[in-house]
């Protein structure tokens, strides 16, 4: 496999990749990009849609083993036909396929939701298509635990980076104000000392219900650190509405956390940064509400 004028080639052995590539370094790049259970990746030929190469992990997606599968039409791995053209229309146009939902056929019936990405790359013996699938219901677990809190399963940090990005942006369209709250658990550290993890993390959870329930269905709540959790206000009109939520969640976290026989009682102390007033960006605005404390 090497680059010329733009395009990835793919030296194909005689009888084509099949199903047991070489182990050559343009086959092993291949294998690399399909060797997860979560996705499948297949090269088939422009000119008759023929499947010279499909991963070794194709049975959760396609219900089926590569070696039944290769020599097969692309168009038949398809649910609806017309996926599988519009996939070919557009690398025809030159235009970008990612990230396009799909219906895979199964034979246990019912089709299978996937994410197809695919671009053309050159062969000795023509173009061929090189396309992936990741199964949706896999992706949608991945991301999530990428983007939440594995403890209270709020927003991570990541998410929250995203979310006030998109936040600065609206408030800057629309000439409004948005409000970053840094909170932080006074007393969670001894408790983690005094008592076991899992009480800790039962607190956790139990204050990032009361937090998200206290708020607008358009507020973030995430959790910054390990006693730390960051409220993101949107579309306030007036900065005196942050206060007045502060004060709302001050007396939320204070009410007793009951766990099992278990009666805790914590308090909190709540920084509070007003964009566009005390900073210009996102990062800037969580620092002014930490330092706020």
Same mark, same amino acid.
């Given at each position: 496999?090497?680059?010329?004028?733009?395009?990835?080639?793919?030296?194909?052995?005689?009888?084509?990749?099949?199903?047991?590539p070489?182990?050559?370094?343009?086959?092993s790049l291949?294998?690399?990009?399909?060797?997860?259970?979560?996705?499948?990746?297949?090269?088939?030929?422009?000119?008759?849609?023929?499947?010279?190469?499909?991963?070794?992990?194709?049975?959760?997606?396609?219900?089926?083993?590569?070696?039944?599968?290769?020599?097969?039409?692309?168009?038949?791995?398809?649910?609806d036909?017309?996926?599988?053209?519009?996939?070919?229309?557009?690398?025809?146009?030159?235009?970008?396929?990612?990230?396009?939902?799909?219906?895979?056929?199964h034979?246990?019936?019912?089709?299978?939701?996937?994410?197809?990405?695919?671009?053309t790359?050159? &062969?000795?013996?023509?173009?061929?298509?090189?396309?992936?699938?990741?199964?949706?219901?896999?992706?949608?677990?991945?991301?999530?635990?990428a983007?939440r809190?594995?403890?209270?399963?709020?927003?991570n940090?990541?998410l929250?980076?995203?979310?006030?990005?998109?936040?600065?942006?609206?408030?800057?369209?629309?000439?409004?104000?948005?409000?970053?709250?840094?909170?932080?658990?006074?007393?969670?550290?001894?408790?983690?000392?005094?008592r076991?993890?899992?009480?800790?993390?039962?607190v956790?959870?139990?204050?990032?219900?009361?937090?998200?329930?206290?708020l607008?269905?358009?507020?973030?709540?995430?959790?910054?650190?390990?006693?730390?959790?960051?409220?993101?206000?949107?579309g306030?009109?007036?900065s005196?509405?942050?206060?007045r939520?502060?004060k709302?969640l001050l007396?939320?976290?204070?009410?007793?956390?009951?766990l099992?026989?278990?009666?805790? &009682?914590?308090?909190?102390?709540?920084?509070?940064?007003?964009?566009?007033l005390?900073?210009?960006?996102?990062?800037?605005?969580i620092?002014?509400?930490?330092?706020?404390?």
């Amino acid at each position: 496999m090497h680059s010329a004028n733009g395009y990835v080639v793919i030296r194909l052995r005689h009888g084509g990749l099949g199903t047991k590539p070489d182990t050559g370094p343009e086959e092993s790049l291949l294998r690399a990009a399909s060797e997860t259970a979560a996705s499948v990746t297949v090269l088939a030929r422009c000119s008759d849609g023929k499947i010279e190469y499909i991963g070794p992990h194709s049975e959760p997606l396609l219900g089926s083993t590569p070696e039944r599968l290769s020599g097969k039409k692309l168009a038949e791995l398809y649910a609806d036909v017309a996926d599988e053209r519009r996939l070919v229309q557009a690398l025809s146009d030159g235009r970008e396929y990612r990230d396009v939902e799909v219906a895979l056929r199964h034979p246990g019936g019912a089709p299978v939701w996937a994410l197809s990405s695919a671009r053309t790359i050159r &062969c000795e013996d023509g173009g061929a298509i090189l396309a992936s699938y990741q199964h949706m219901t896999l992706f949608r677990t991945l991301s999530a635990l990428a983007y939440r809190d594995a403890v209270t399963g709020l927003a991570n940090r990541q998410l929250l980076i995203d979310r006030l990005r998109a936040a600065t942006a609206r408030a800057d369209r629309h000439a409004e104000l948005l409000g970053l709250l840094f909170v932080n658990l006074d007393e969670l550290e001894s408790v983690n000392k005094a008592r076991r993890r899992y009480v800790a993390d039962g607190v956790l959870r139990e204050i990032a219900l009361r937090l998200t329930r206290a708020l607008r269905d358009s507020d973030t709540v995430a959790r910054y650190g390990h006693d730390e959790f960051v409220v993101l206000l949107d579309g306030l009109h007036d900065s005196r509405d942050a206060d007045r939520v502060a004060k709302k969640l001050l007396g939320t976290v204070r009410r007793p956390v009951h766990l099992g026989r278990r009666c805790l &009682c914590l308090s909190a102390s709540i920084g509070i940064a007003i964009y566009p007033l005390d900073a210009r960006d996102g990062e800037g605005l969580i620092r002014g509400a930490d330092h706020a404390i």
